[in-house]
């Protein structure tokens, strides 16, 4: 490949990181507004089947993510390889967007199979949990 079109995908997979993050939140709030409106018509058997479809979903988001990060690693060492300079990069910050994206990913699925497993939301407005 040439200079240009490792570059070019480098940044392809720049974006395809970001839209794997957006639709993850996406998923994520789908999940939880989808579970506030229809929580008490949810019974137990279908409260987990969501959860583990949220996780699941939320861990193939994740491995995908880690898998464009190598990627574009793998293709910046071929530039370097070949001669060519390569994408100017602050490690830092890298390393501290990558920490926040963790940070955000575990949060959001906790707080997500948090909020599925509340018997509080499996209750219609006026009832009580006791």
Do not use: C
């Amino acid at each position: 490949m040439s200079e240009y079109e490792l570059t070019s995908l480098i940044y392809e997979l720049f974006r395809d990181m970001d839209s794997q993050i957006e639709f993850w939140l996406q998923a994520t709030f789908a999940v939880v507004v989808a579970v506030y409106f229809a929580g008490h018509r949810l019974s137990v058997g279908l409260r987990r089947f969501i959860a583990v479809m949220y996780v699941a979903a939320s861990l193939q988001a994740g491995l995908r993510w880690v898998l464009f990060l190598r990627r574009s690693i793998e293709h910046r060492n071929a530039l370097e390889l070949m001669g060519a300079s390569d994408i100017p990069t602050t490690w830092s910050l890298v390393v501290a967007v990558t920490a926040l994206l963790a940070i955000i990913f575990v949060g959001g699925v906790g707080g997500t199979v948090y909020f599925l497993a509340r018997k509080e939301a499996w209750l219609k407005e006026g009832e009580s949990a006791d």
